[in-house]
């Protein structure tokens, strides 16, 4: 029995539907309360990767969540790097 609609033969959701919210995430993203745009969003076949670097681990944390809701149904893998810049906890010695 085939299957006809809008999922792809793997039960997924639709393929071509895939770019669209990708182009509609990375807009959200952009103009959020974030404004993150040092996020790269990339679809790699029938899933999703995203790489870049993010200041903090909360923001790491609200990207994912915002990617998960925006495209709900699709595989995410993420290489998020953050990169906290915290104050030194001791002085630095020079010689």
Known sequence: MSTHGPQDAGGGPPAENLDYRIAH?????????????????????????LTGTVPSTPCRDEILRTVHEELAG??????????????????????
């Open 74 to 95: 699709f595989p995410v893998h993420s290489d998020l790097v953050v990169t906290e810049a915290s104050s030194p906890d001791h002085a630095e010695d020079l010689s």
């Open 25 to 49: 995430l990375q807009d959200r993203l952009a103009s959020g309360e974030l404004g993150e745009l040092g996020v790269r969003v990339d679809a790699r076949g029938g899933s999703v990767l």
